[in-house]
């Protein structure tokens, strides 16, 4: 099974903060996933970008709720579910069979940091043929109240499905080295010299994404960080042409 993410930073207007869609950019990608990925198990997701990170920020979410900030809280339930919408309905416009799947309706984090998953969903929905699409979300956490739940971490939670490979597609072209220049391979003995150049974000950017990297390369699975530039490019990182490829 493939689990792939388009970045938020990617499809949306991350950097400015404007709640905005890059529709072209998913409406590409969404004709490479039918073109490329036909006829295999395929979980897509999306981050938040600029629809959660910044009013989850504002409100201090990524911290838990407070009470009396339930209503700051559902702002971002339904921002982040109305950005699903939208890509979903572009990728179904392009032929893709996809069905919404809220993280927060499948996933449930317990007292000891522990994620709870139902894959019973997502298993049947593969069965019969159709491509989930699910997003960075906040979930139900039994101690803090929510818990901002990074697309970068839903993979972690989907290895009983059989997951083999991971491409986390994002706004530069793989995981820049020192120089700026982009990394073929990259082990976690680099990340010493890999400093974080981006403001930090909830769920810790490009240095939280190789985290989460490296723990799915550790469980067996082939991870890709690459970005997504012209249609085709979902062709050329899957033969290994472009991207960062994580190494254990
Ligand atoms: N060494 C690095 N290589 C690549 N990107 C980096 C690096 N350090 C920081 N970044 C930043 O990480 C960002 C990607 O992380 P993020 O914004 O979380 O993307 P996404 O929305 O795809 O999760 C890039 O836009 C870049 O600014
Ligand atoms: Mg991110």
Redesign the pocket.
């Known amino acids: 099974m493939f689990y792939l993410?388009?970045?938020?930073?990617?499809i949306t207007e991350?950097r400015s903060g404007e709640q905005r869609v890059r529709d072209q950019v998913v409406r590409d990608i969404s004709r490479d996933v039918r073109d490329f990925l036909h006829g295999n198990d395929i979980v897509l997701a999306h981050?938040a970008?600029s629809f959660g990170h910044i009013p989850v920020a504002k409100y201090g979410l990524d911290r838990g709720l407070s009470k009396g900030h339930e209503i700051e809280a559902s702002e971002v339930f339904v921002s982040v579910s109305r950005l699903n919408c939208h890509i979903s309905l572009i990728m179904q416009e392009e032929g893709v069979p996809v069905v919404p799947v809220p993280a927060r309706s499948i996933f449930y984090r317990e007292r000891d940091g522990h994620v709870i998953a139902h894959l019973e969903t997502i298993s049947e929905l593969l069965r019969r043929g159709f491509i989930p699409l699910t997003h960075g979300d906040l979930i139900a956490d039994c101690l803090s109240g929510v818990y901002v739940l990074?697309?970068?971490e839903i993979p972690l939670y989907l290895l009983p499905l059989g997951l083999k490979e991971v491409i986390?597609?994002?706004?530069?072209p793989?995981?820049?080295?020192p120089d700026g220049r982009v990394l073929d391979v990259v082990s976690e003995d680099d990340v010493v010299k890999?400093?974080?150049?981006?403001v930090k974000?909830v769920?810790?950017?490009?240095?939280?994404?190789l985290s989460r990297a490296f723990q799915l390369a550790h469980k067996g699975v082939k991870v890709i960080?690459a970005g997504y530039y012209n249609r085709g490019d979902l062709k050329r990182i899957l033969d290994g042409e472009v991207g960062t490829k994580i190494v254990i």
């Open positions: 993410k388009l970045g938020g930073s990617l991350k981050g970008g990074s697309a970068d986390f597609l994002t706004d530069v793989g995981v820049l080295g890999i400093e974080s150049r981006a974000d769920t810790g950017s490009m240095l939280g994404k960080i």
